[in-house]
């Protein structure tokens, strides 16, 4: 940022008046809303008219279909932004509900223009999708009339669309509100603060043993508080989605996510396999952590605890530049976006009150820039998480040439472009120590990351394949998602720890997001396939960028197992895959009890 020719540094709060200034109410934004509107009813219109097939009608029928999404895109980016700054913009929470009532309204004419290609006979349509005009689209066009014979009828579908707005996302929104007006109370560094849930996380590294458990036990008790709500909103989600699985007939929960992720159910379970076998490793490292705090057994609020001194805490400059000079030793462009994220104000950073905790990465299609947000406090998991948010932004960019409609890749390839970044920056900070103790905590930042990776995530996984197991059977109480999840936890990490978090369901958000089933096995997937691309690329050396965004170019346009086929060489569906990716976290396992002897 410069002022007055001086450059002070970046800042840490992002810009999102280049793109509607006045923020909530922002005029250009009432603009774009009333255009996307316009553009919904044309698009309904022009569908209805849409009753024979031809290639000409086909590519009519995808301009105005990517301009509406671009618009929706554009207006849900700029909405989750005003509303992740600050959770009290209540005009925010008003425009997110008229975005989702649009959206249900082009969904169901996007659904039945999907219909009427599903209809076309195989011969006529393998001759449509292999014309010069669709060739380019063909696995999306493909993957789009492949999910229409799955649905119900389009009055159907489109009566699910319109009970969704307010039977199913209204209760995700919901969940925002009321996370939104929680508060703590708690005493740091001699200071009594109040606190949101988003900054009362990040205590939970800090060096203060009795700091970090008060955390834990005021959070723990603002969610059981809340517990009741929380278990009928969850109950409310899960039973909508059943229902209309059902209805549809399908039998598989993971049907959806699945099929989201472009991923094979063969490639899932070789994956938890692969982590299952080498869960031991992490139980060692848990293990002897406990031994350096002087316990028997970690406690839950001791996971994230620092065993080691570094100094390598950095302002948001010194990670901004670390983050940038390790990127370019992978490649220049990498690099050269990066600082233009930096230098464009795309990020919001500053640790302040009334943020929503987390951090994600958004996409504005239609000026073809990112937002990234987060809270730093200069740690450095946070330059990592930067650097992750920075990888998915990246992603986006590599796709810029890429028709609209391939660029739509899916949430477990999104999160290997992050990881990717995210590693870069975490092997260069190893590399750097400068005394074996900053080494320890290095290394072990890495391996808190293989924990919540292989074990948090996995908990996650397990106790939402159990939550959807009992809720076909009816309402699950708070008490029994308490024991479910605490169940799962004891399972995934091993019963390595002391005490467990019951109300973890309570307090991830991903449990609660309405846009796909499942938030939580893309994470590991990404994890675990960005390290074979990360292996190649260390192998390789800086001539590796080119084939890393061909990669990259190609995630949208091909299935996971197809693409690390061509990509890697490799058959995701066999455990071999998973298992030399869990070697390279076990060796930091191994590291970490070497240096800790």
């Known amino acids: 940022m410069k002022k007055g020719g001086l450059i002070l540094g970046y800042s840490e709060v992002w810009d999102l008046d280049v793109f509607f200034s006045g923020g909530s109410e922002s005029s250009e934004f009432r603009d774009h809303m009333n255009n996307l509107q316009e553009k919904v009813v044309a698009f309904a219109e022009e569908e209805r ?89 063909a696995f999306v066009l493909k993957e789009w009339r492949e999910k229409a014979k799955e649905k119900l009828s389009n009055e159907e579908e489109a009566l699910i669309q319109s009970l969704a707005v307010d039977g199913y996302h209204g209760w995700g929104e919901m969940y925002d509100t009321v996370v939104g007006s929680m508060a703590i109370e708690v005493e740091v560094d001699g200071e009594l603060k109040t606190l949101s849930v988003g900054q009362a996380n990040n205590l939970a590294s800090h060096k203060n043993p009795a ?89 839950w609020s001791d996971l994230s605890a620092p065993i080691a001194t570094t100094t390598n805490n950095m302002s948001f400059d010194e990670g901004a530049h670390f983050i940038e000079k390790h990127f370019r030793k992978f490649g220049n462009e990498m690099a050269d976006f990066t600082k233009q994220a930096f230098e464009q104000e795309w990020i919001e950073a500053e640790d302040r009150p009334g943020k929503r905790p987390g951090g994600f990465c958004t996409l504005f299609p239609l000026s073809e820039q990112s937002r990234i947000f987060m809270t730093y406090s200069g740690t450095m998991s946070n330059v990592a998480t930067l650097a992750h948010e920075l990888g998915h932004a990246f992603h986006s960019y590599a796709l810029r040439p890429m028709h609209t409609l391939n660029r739509n890749y899916a949430m477990n390839v999104a999160e290997t472009a992050s990881t990717f970044a995210e590693m870069i920056v975490a092997d260069a900070a190893v590399k750097e120590a400068n005394t074996n103790e900053e080494k320890v905590a290095l290394v072990e930042d890495k391996l808190q990351r293989s924990v919540a990776f292989f074990m948090n995530i996995h908990a996650r996984f397990l106790f939402e394949t159990r939550f959807y197991e009992e809720r076909k059977q009816g309402m699950v109480s708070a008490e029994r998602l308490n024991e479910l999840m605490e169940a799962a936890q004891k399972e995934a990490y091993g019963d390595s720890l002391s005490d467990y978090h019951p109300h973890f369901w309570a307090s991830k958000l991903h449990f609660y997001i309405t846009g796909v089933p499942f938030y939580n096995f893309p994470y590991t997937f990404g994890y675990l396939f960005s390290l074979s691309i990360y292996a190649k690329a260390i192998e390789e050396g800086e001539g590796y960028e080119q084939k890393y965004i061909n990669l990259l170019r190609d995630t949208a346009v091909m299935t996971v197992e197809e693409l690390a086929m061509k990509h890697l060489g490799e058959d995701i569906t066999q455990k071999d895959f998973w298992e030399k990716g869990m070697n390279l976290c076990v060796q930091d396992a191994e590291e970490f009890l070497r240096l800790t002897k």
């Open 49 to 137: 008219k849409f009753i024979q097939p031809t290639v000409h009608n086909i590519v009519n029928m995808i301009e105005p279909a990517t301009s509406v999404m671009m618009y929706l895109r554009q207006a849900g980016a700029f909405i989750g932004c005003l509303q992740a700054q600050n959770m009290n913009d209540r005009k925010a929470d008003a425009l997110r509900g008229e975005l989702t009532s649009l959206s249900a309204t082009f969904q169901v004419s996007f659904n039945s223009f999907q219909q009427k290609l599903s209809q076309t006979d195989d011969d006529v349509w393998n001759d449509f999708i292999q014309d010069e005009a669709l060739r380019d689209l």
């Open 211 to 299: 700091v970090r458990q008060e955390v834990f036990k005021k959070l723990e008790a603002a969610w059981q508080e809340k517990e009741e709500m929380f278990a009928r909103t969850l109950n409310h989600l899960g039973g909508f989605r059943l229902q209309v699985y059902d209805a549809r007939g399908w039998e598989e929960v993971l049907k959806e996510p699945l099929s989201y992720n472009r991923m094979k159910k063969e490639t899932l379970d070789a994956m938890w396999g692969a982590i299952s076998e080498k869960r031991e490793a992490f139980v060692g490292y848990l293990n002897r952590k406990a031994e350096l705090l002087g316990k028997e057994k970690l406690s």
